[in-house]
């Protein structure tokens, strides 16, 4: 493949593209992506760079480019789950890879394999890259141990969600540029919320202001504030906290929305849902004290009329279509740059190295 897009270059920008290839395999360091407090902000970037060139290739009228084609992405999903799923499905066959879904409920999960098994089957039958969603917090990082495919953690319980934190930071960067010193505000359930502990990951990595906010019982434990001294055990990037929903959004730039995770609530954190909304759901009184062009954003699944009101999530504010657009070129950059493909400068698609056709 490489030699099919070399050709149609110049041999200068052949030369050029082989020094790219170089730097870029020098700065991108994963196997796996299993959260982003491992990434560096230039490995940021090169992600959400490589995004730049494949949302083009999402925007074209016919929307395929070969390449990754011969390589193999397995979608396990042991949680529900609709753009993600969708999305990495989209990615891959955008790029001409094969791809594969398998659910827990329909698979031999519901006979009694492990998680070590399926990959391991999986992995057998060729998967270059497995995409695993799970409700217990580490089960990507378990089968990266256990297998040489690319593992892509897709959400593990209330742990991580890297690749919704890359598609945050890519929107994000597409309207504001550079997001050091913006003021990113999250607001809801951060305690139950894997997309707020990657997104402070990658937020604090890319110099952003981070504010998150809920009540007491939905912020978790672990929390570090950015006007204290920093404590060894801290576990998560310094932020600032904030149990006032009113206060946290004054001049925001960025409020994200994240959805009460019902089906990870032990009972009692909430008086009642009532309650919640009334102190927490980001409605348009509550933007006011925004930032007067200030972005809106939710992951999805949304619970209108809890966390965030009607009239804001389909607001002029309001970018979380695009969001879901962005993720698919995210998720294209990520599927492409395991394989072991650069970015080749000059080239109409992208290519795949040597290295990359050698994985299997
Ligand atoms: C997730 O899977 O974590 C979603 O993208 C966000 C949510 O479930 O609220």
Not at 225 to 235: F, M, Q
Request: aromatic share 4%.
């Amino acid at each position: 493949m490489t030699t099919e897009i070399t050709t149609r270059m110049t041999a200068a920008a052949a030369q050029e593209a082989q020094a790219g290839t170089a730097t870029a395999a020098r700065a991108w360091n994963h196997t796996h992506v299993l959260d982003l407090d491992d990434f560096s902000r230039e490995e940021i970037e090169i992600v959400l760079d490589l995004a730049d060139r494949m949302r083009e290739i999402l925007d074209r009228r016919i929307a395929r480019v070969p390449a990754l084609r011969g390589f193999t992405v397995v979608n396990l999903f042991y949680e529900p789950s609709t753009r993600t799923r969708a999305s990495f499905e989209l990615a891959g066959k955008v790029l001409g890879a094969d791809v594969l879904s398998l659910s827990a409920s329909t698979s031999s999960v519901q006979k009694g394999e492990s998680l070590i098994d399926t990959v391991r089957t999986m992995r057998a039958m060729r998967a270059d890259a497995i995409v695993i969603r799970h409700a217990m917090a580490g089960a990507p990082y378990l089968a990266a141990t256990h297998t040489d495919a690319a593992i892509i953690n897709a959400g593990d319980g209330s742990h991580a969600h890297p690749t919704q934190a890359l598609l945050d930071l890519y929107t994000i960067r597409r309207h504001v540029g550079d997001l050091a010193g913006k003021r990113v505000v999250m607001v809801g359930d951060i305690a139950h919320s894997r997309v707020a502990r990657s997104d402070l990951w990658g937020l604090t990595t890319m110099g952003a202001d981070v504010v998150v906010c809920g009540p007491p019982t939905l912020l978790p434990r672990g929390l570090r504030v950015s006007d204290r001294p920093a404590h060894a055990e801290s576990a998560l990037p310094p932020v600032t906290i904030e149990t006032d929903a009113d206060r946290a959004l004054e001049g925001a730039d960025v409020v994200i929305a994240l959805r009460l995770q019902s089906e990870r609530q032990e009972g009692g954190l909430l008086p009642s849902l009532h309650e919640y909304a009334e102190h927490y759901q980001v409605t348009e009184r509550r933007l006011a004290r925004a930032n007067p062009n200030h972005l809106l954003m939710h992951p999805g699944p949304k619970n209108e009329g809890i966390e965030i009101s009607g009239p804001v999530a389909r607001g002029s504010h309001s970018i979380i279509e695009e969001q879901v657009t962005n993720g698919v070129a995210v998720r294209m950059a990520l599927l492409y740059l395991l394989s072991g493909g650069t970015e080749p400068p000059g080239g109409d698609a992208p290519t795949r190295t040597a290295d990359g056709d050698a994985r299997r």
